[in-house]
């Protein structure tokens, strides 16, 4: 394959595919009835989608992680195939929309977001129920916010 070979994108780093998985959260955590803990999970689960989704609307090599000689990356702009393609951190994620969307995603809405990574990220790589008791009042204005601003600065109405 010459350098001027136009190569497409990896379906598994797709924008419209990264949409619809946070969607399918997005849905899942409006209609949970099992209580706020439950809803705070999914929350936290599609906004990391979102974000991903954001991403690569630029670019899958956005979302790619630039170890390993930076197979990830390659293989983001269609060339090669890592054995387990990775993704960079979720904090990474909304470090990069704060640069790249400045206008509409801010530190605010990073920190936002990465509140609800943290407990995400307590709930599965933990013993500990970080979503149990935690009132809606202490993210669920803060997770709207990231979404609209994830949706301002990539789509007006999905992708």
């Not at 990896?10 to 706020?36: H, I, N, T, V």
């Not at 995400?120 to 709207?144: D, Q, V």
Request: hydrophobic fraction near 45%; charge should be negative.
């Amino acid at each position: 394959m010459g350098l001027g070979s136009k190569v497409k994108p990896p379906r598994m780093w797709d924008s419209q595919q990264y949409w619809l998985k946070a969607k399918a959260y997005f849905d899942r955590m409006q209609a949970e009835s099992g209580g706020a803990a439950d809803a705070a999970l999914f929350a936290a689960m599609s906004l990391e989608y979102f974000g991903r989704a954001a991403l690569c609307s630029v670019h899958p090599a956005l979302n790619a992680d630039p170890q390993d000689e930076g197979a990830h990356i390659i293989f983001a702009f269609g060339v090669g195939s890592p054995k387990l393609p990775k993704t960079i951190p979720i904090h990474s994620v909304y470090a990069r929309l704060v640069k790249i969307f400045p206008a509409v995603f801010t530190k605010e809405h990073q920190d936002a977001a990465d509140h609800l990574a943290k407990l995400r990220n307590e709930e599965m790589h933990t013993a500990l129920l970080p979503f149990e008791g935690l009132s809606e009042a202490k993210w669920l204005s803060g997770y709207y916010d990231v979404v609209f601003a994830v949706m301002e600065g990539t789509w007006k109405e999905g992708p």
